[in-house]
């Protein structure tokens, strides 16, 4: 087979034919004749992939068991600078042919074809994947469209809580030699929310699932959920993508997998017999979150890299994570470390957001602790100080004749497992009128007899069910601090008392 241009000349030469050859071949004649270019007589010393050397590519066509015969397409030819670059295509084929020749794939083939003038976007090595696809292209901007229209306020949302992670996510991320514009990642996934919870019960900025997050070194307790940790997470996620990409040798295919998992792309690059990311989401193999996924990642990416070409120009980023970290041989409540370092509950929750409960995990010996920058020194002389008690404050409980472990808990809106935590070697069936458990200090953990009391004025159409329903408390709470109430009596203008949450 022999293909003559006036400008130049290439040449294949084939003995017996094989399908997969056949499909390379035309798959690169079409890259090369689809641009609208005169560059057939460029240099032969030109690189054709952009940031892959010429020698490569040369090994790599001479390795391929692929004809029987020789392979000029490449070796022999190159493109013009005119023709600014391949399309992704080409580029995602690169680790594919060093796999099947035996040779290392380069460390990064998504490198960046265009120079858009751009300190932040020239760094956004992702653009390489879809510039010169146009269907890639219009899915791009039509994110940007959504993101700057209809969703704009969503984003501006997502671009202030940036501010706080952006700094620790591209020192960890360069750490792992990732590129650093994953760390855009989060805006799609959770806008960089610390408490998002997916419906597939995905939680976290990275949106782990359980599974994935204990895989990577995420515990996942009844006490703290380090899915939730800005920094263990990106620790964690950065080790999966490093291995996703070593698994499919692409970072669109790498984002892909993170979406759907390993496991729906394997079976979608099976079925649609290749390896290209965009070629993949033109096929029914992919559910349509996953085919809308890496456009959605470049879209956020590139507004978040300049957002004030794109209107973004009033945004308050929050303040960057700052902290100090104190190990503590003994479980704290949070309202001890706010007091000790001069803060509040919702500040110490903020810097530890993995802590679930009201304290630090009673079962751990050691904890290490986050709390505000300029107060590790001071926190660290008020633990050691303190007693016990005054590390974990409670609240004792006079035992009544029918109380068990699970009413007081329902009661008090707390779970058993506090109860065990507080009370050690506690005998669930050997709960005795007279003895004292404790309680943790909760919001809700107020003793029945003694607790505040507020005021509530019986409305037309209440009933004790509705009352306990809308303010969240139950009937037996209600019962007990109007002895003697009949639910079947209550009459417009009577009062009645409420609990009044400490």
Known sequence: MT??????????????????????????????????????????NESLLPGTDQGVIDEVIDKLPLFDGTFNLLSGFSIDDTLLSISASATELTPYL?????????????????????????EFVFLASYKDDDSARN?????????????????????????????????????????????????????????????????????????????????????????????????AAARYLKDLYNQFGSWSLALAAYNAGEGNIRRALRKSRSDNYWRIIRTR????????????????GIIASEPEKYGFTDIDYHEPLKFEAAEINSPVSLSFIAKCTDSTVKTIRGLNPELKRWCTPPDLKTYRVRVPEGTGERFSECFNSATPEERMPKIPYIIKKGDTLWDLAKSFHFTRKELYALNKGINPRRLRPGSII????????YITETRPKTPYIIKKGDTLWDIAKRLR????????????????????GSIIYLPLRR
């Open 98 to 122: 060093c796999r099947q020749s035996g040779l290392t794939p380069p460390g990064n083939t998504d490198v960046l074809l265009h120079d858009t003038g751009s300190p932040q976007v020239q």
């Open 473 to 492: 408390i139950t009937r037996k709470e209600l019962y007990a601090l109007n002895k003697d109430i009949n639910p079947e009596r209550l009459r417009p």
């Open 139 to 235: 899915r791009v901007d039509r994110h940007i469209y959504l993101y700057t229209t209809k969703k704009r306020k969503t984003f501006a949302t997502w671009l202030q809580r940036s501010g706080r992670y952006l700094d620790t996510i591209k020192a960890i991320l360069k750490e792992d030699k990732l590129p650093a514009d994953l760390v855009y990642l989060p805006l799609i996934e959770s806008g960089y929310s610390t408490d998002a919870r997916s419906s597939a019960h995905a939680v976290g900025p990275w949106q782990f699932i359980e599974s994935t997050g204990k895989s990577y070194g995420l515990k996942t307790d009844y006490w703290r959920d380090e899915r939730r940790d800005p920094i263990k997470s990106t620790v």
């Open 285 to 300: 193999y992919l559910k349509r979150e996953t085919r809308n996924y890496v456009s959605k990642f470049i879209a956020a």
């Open 3 to 44: 293909f003559d241009n006036s400008a130049g000349s290439m040449t294949l030469k084939t003995g017996r034919s094989h399908n997969i050859a056949m499909l390379l071949t035309l798959l690169l004649l079409s890259l090369i004749l689809d641009q609208k270019s005169k560059a057939w007589g460029a240099s032969v």
């Open 438 to 445: 404790f309680l943790p200090p909760t919001n809700g953990a």
